[in-house]
Nanobody
């Protein structure tokens, strides 16, 4: 199995910055995509940013130009640098990894427990 541990959330004022990190561990054979999702109260979970196995990145329109996703394929980590934060960025942020575990024939999706980011106005 694959475990994901997120860190870096917290409270920040509007205009500030935070950096989220996620470390994947366990019986990992290979990782395909790594991403961050978020879910605000009363809203559905939405994709914030994704980094594919080829290094391609995609962002939600609402965070383009402010957030940057990066990954370390050696350490199996993914980070999300969030700048110019807005109150509407307040949400629980979830790390997502699509990975193939040792001995598995296919890729599976794995989620972190989530980490709260609160942006005050």
């Amino acid at each position: 199995q694959v475990q994901l541990v997120e860190s870096g959330g917290g409270l920040v004022q509007a205009g500030g910055s935070l950096r989220l990190s996620c470390a994947a561990s366990g019986n990992i054979f290979r990782i395909n995509a790594m991403a961050w999702y978020r879910q605000a109260p009363g809203n559905q979970r939405e994709l914030v940013a994704i980094n594919t196995s080829t290094g391609t990145t995609n962002y939600a329109d609402s965070v383009k130009g402010r957030f940057t996703i990066s990954r370390d394929n050696v350490k199996n980590t993914v980070s999300l640098q969030m700048n110019s934060l807005k109150p509407e960025d307040t949400a629980v942020y979830y790390c997502y990894v699509r990975a193939q575990a040792m001995g598995a024939l296919t890729f599976s999706s794995y989620w972190g427990l989530g980490i709260l980011v609160t942006v005050s106005s």
